[in-house]
């Protein structure tokens, strides 16, 4: 069963770091462009990262430039987030997200062209 489960969310006060993980079953994410996103309180859901399958290409939500990495991890099959100078505006709950093959990383985080979502995990950023 193709499934995506986030890790490493949490309490952390501003200034602070996590990082996501997500790991994925049933599938290789090598094969497809794959994502994060987050919902804060009372706001749609928005692309916050994603990267190619190829690993060449990125997209980073302007808010989040410069203080946020994505990155693969092949012989784990796992994506993660590395968060660095957390700000109280990035509170939300965060979503992995899988796209298809051939998706490009803007169709992925500026579309919303996502084919699987995981189920989520709080980030609290928060003194």
């Known amino acids: 069963q193709l499934q995506l489960v986030e890790s490493g969310g949490g309490l952390v006060q501003p200034g602070g770091s996590l990082r996501l993980s997500c790991a994925a079953s049933?599938?290789?994410?090598?094969?497809?462009?794959m994502g994060w996103f987050r919902q804060a309180p009372g706001k749609e859901r928005e692309g916050v990262s994603c990267i190619s399958s190829s690993g060449g290409s990125t997209y980073y939500a302007d808010s989040v430039k410069g203080r946020f990495a994505i990155y693969r991890e092949k012989a784990k099959n796992m994506v993660y987030l590395q968060m660095n100078s957390l700000k109280p505006e990035d509170t939300g709950h965060y979503y992995c997200a899988r796209g298809i093959a051939s998706s490009t990383v803007q169709e992925m985080c500026v579309a919303g062209d996502v084919r699987y979502w995981g189920q989520g995990i709080q980030v609290t950023v928060s003194s």
């Open positions: 049933a599938f290789t994410l090598d094969y497809y462009t």
